[in-house]
Each structure stands twice: as structure tokens, then as C-alpha cells.
């Protein structure tokens, strides 16, 4: 019998980040793929330096299979790719292309999309980073506008990180992408999408009550 994966994330978090923390990710990976998973928590509180030996920077998500124990979410997420053919094709082709918009949703998206949104919420909606993001949402928009998935002519791990990194309300909110929002549209309807959300919330909902009682 295979291992059970384990996905690690923290015991609670506010409710502004809830459905967004990024063991979501993993979560999400595995209901597509249907790989069985369970989930263990490291404490929210001293978060920075309680689990440094499992997360040298004190993040979370955190993933054990087996063996193999990795960090960062995109790490994890193509090690559960590699193990599900829907999650990657497993030709060469398909694999690679996988593989490029992986990195691009962490790379050439996010890392712009993180610090804009955060300078945002910090009350500077005009700040410095918003031509280069909208340099990199435009040049996605074009790519999305001829296709309806990233790779492989299917939905594939790379859809799912991509999507992920896209769907913030404020990045979806900010300028006018139609086929970027449609995409997303798609890439969230997914029944897999709506189970790993759901199991978050109810993670963080349930761990409410367990500090209302301390």
C-alpha cells in the first residue's frame, strides 16, 4: 500500500488569509489527482522560528512522502505532478511545457503580483510596481486569448498554480483581462478546486473554536 502524503500548514491563521495559504496548493494537487492525504500543523504563533527545522525560512505548506521531504509550494506541487498523469503528462513535450509554466506562475506572475498587492493593502494603489505588473497581466492575457489551458491542451498542475496566483480579488479586480477572468473562471470551477477550499476553511474554522477554549 502507498504512503499517505502529508501536507503540512499551520494550526490556525486569521480569517483574511484563510483559502489562500498556500498548503491550499497541495491540497488541491491531490484532489486532482486523488493521491490520499493527510494534514498536520505547525503552531501559527512564533511561526518564525518554531518550525525552522522543517522550513528554513518559516513558511508553510511543508509536504512528506515517504522518504522525500520538501518545501515551497511549487517544489511540492511537481512532486505530486510526477506522480499523477493528471497533473502532467508523462511525454517529454508535455512534461516540459508543465514544467516552464510552473516556474512562470511562480516567477514571472506571482513574484511581481505578491509585492503589488501588498503595497496595495498597505494603502499605495499607485505604487511603483504596477506597470510591470500590468506589463506581465497583459502578456498573459495575449497568451490566454488563443488557448484555453497553459500546456498539453488539458488542465494540468500548471493551471492550477497559475490560477491560483491569478484568482486574488484585488489582482482580478485591477484593469480589464476578459480572457484571463474567464480562465480563471474555468480553472476555479473545478470540483477539486471547491473540495480543497472547503477543507481549508473548515481546518481553520474548527481551529477558531479549539482557541476560544484555551
Not at 493521491?35 to 518564525?48: Q, S
Not at 506571482?110 to 506589463?135: H, I, K, Y
Not at 491542451?153 to 484593469?175: N, Q, W
Amino acid at each position: 500500500m502507498a504512503e499517505t502524503i502529508t501536507i503540512w500548514t499551520y494550526d490556525w491563521v486569521p480569517e483574511g488569509p484563510r483559502g489562500f495559504v498556500r498548503d491550499f496548493r497541495l491540497r488541491w494537487a491531490c484532489e486532482e489527482a486523488g493521491l490520499p492525504y493527510a494534514v498536520r500543523t505547525v503552531a501559527f504563533d512564533d511561526r518564525e522560528t518554531n518550525h525552522l527545522d522543517r522550513q528554513p525560512f518559516g513558511q508553510v505548506p511543508m509536504l512528506e512522502d515517504g522518504e522525500i521531504a520538501l518545501f515551497e509550494s511549487g517544489a511540492c506541487l511537481i512532486h505530486l505532478a510526477r506522480k499523477s498523469e493528471a497533473l502532467m503528462p508523462r511525454d517529454a513535450v508535455g512534461e516540459a511545457q508543465v514544467l516552464q509554466w510552473v516556474v512562470s506562475a511562480l516567477n514571472s506572475i506571482e513574484m511581481v503580483s505578491v509585492p503589488w498587492w501588498f503595497l496595495n493593502v498597505m494603502g499605495d494603489p499607485e505604487n511603483g510596481l504596477t506597470g510591470w505588473l500590468d506589463q506581465r497581466l497583459g502578456q498573459l492575457e495575449t497568451v490566454l486569448a488563443d488557448r484555453e489551458w497553459l500546456a498539453a491542451d488539458r488542465f494540468t498542475a500548471a493551471d492550477l498554480i497559475m490560477a491560483d496566483v491569478l484568482r486574488v480579488a484585488k489582482l482580478r479586480a485591477h484593469g480589464d483581462r476578459p480572457a484571463t477572468e474567464a480562465y480563471v473562471a474555468r480553472v476555479t470551477a473545478r470540483p477539486a478546486f471547491a473540495k480543497a477550499r472547503a477543507d481549508q476553511l473548515a481546518h481553520f474554522a474548527a481551529a477558531d473554536e479549539t482557541r476560544k477554549g484555551d
